[in-house]
């Protein structure tokens, strides 16, 4: 059964910080090339960060040097790292597989990034 449960959301102060997680189940996870997305209220949702499965990443230029995606396979979880955060960074943030269209209908509920300035 495919699955994506983010957690980690919450409300934070600007310039403060969180670590978002998501555990995925169903999809193979260690072979796949994984994504941090986030939507804001009348924005479309946005890749923030990926990760392949070598470990390589790549960033937003909104989120570079704040940002970091990592993963652990084991686990089948993916973590994305949020330091020195704006209030433009406010949004639910989603976890998912990035540049695919496997299982595209399958979106967790997310986790709600509140910024207080």
């Known amino acids: 059964q495919v699955q994506f449960v983010e957690s980690g959301g919450g409300l934070v102060q600007a310039g403060g910080s969180l670590r978002l997680s998501c555990v995925a189940s169903g999809i193979s996870f260690g072979i796949r090339t994984m994504g941090w997305y986030r939507q804001a209220p009348g924005s479309q949702r946005e890749l923030v960060a990926h990760?392949?499965?070598?470990?390589?990443?790549n960033y937003a230029d909104s989120v570079k040097g704040r940002f970091t995606i990592s993963r652990d396979n084991a686990k089948n979880t993916l973590y994305l790292q949020m330091n020195s955060v704006k209030p433009e960074d406010a949004a639910v943030y989603y976890c998912?597989?990035?540049?695919?269209?496997?299982?595209?209908?399958?979106w967790g509920q997310g986790t709600q990034v509140t910024v207080s300035s």
């Open positions: 990760i392949r499965r070598d470990g390589s990443t």
């Open positions: 998912h597989l990035a540049f695919s269209t496997l299982w595209s209908t399958y």
